[in-house]
């Protein structure tokens, strides 16, 4: 059965740092990219960033660009998001997503195997 684990959030002031990691597990080799995405309070969930397993290519939602960094683990099927200068808008919970092809928007019901998330608070 496909899991995907996420842990590594926390509360941590503004201009913070956190490594988020995302452990997957179970998934067939039709998934070739992990992304991550982020949920606040009352809005839908965003993606933020996404990795291609081929060859490491990255991509960026433009608010996170030059502070997030995605990476990869193959011998271990982790992948890590790296978030410095953390910003107060950056508060929310984080998922991370295996997928066929690096997409940063999924439809609401569009995914089944969502985790459990880990929180981040960005707050003084």
């Known amino acids: 059965q496909p899991q995907l684990v996420e842990s590594g959030g926390g509360l941590v002031q503004p201009g913070g740092s956190l490594r988020l990691s995302c452990v997957a597990s179970g998934f067939t080799s039709d998934y070739h990219a992990t992304a991550w995405f982020r949920q606040a309070p009352g809005k839908d969930r965003e993606g933020v960033s996404c990795?291609?397993?081929?060859?490491?290519?990255?991509f960026y939602t433009d608010s996170v660009k030059g502070r997030f960094t995605i990476s990869r683990d193959n011998a271990n099927n982790t992948v890590y998001l790296q978030m410095d200068r953390l910003k107060p808008e950056d508060t929310g919970r984080y998922y991370c997503?295996?997928?066929?092809?690096?997409?940063?928007?999924?439809?609401?019901?569009?995914?089944?195997?969502w985790g459990q998330g880990t929180q981040v608070t960005v707050s003084s």
């Open positions: 990795i291609a397993h081929s060859d490491g290519s990255t």
């Open positions: 997503a295996e997928l066929g092809i690096c997409v940063l928007w999924l439809p609401s019901d569009g995914y089944d195997y």
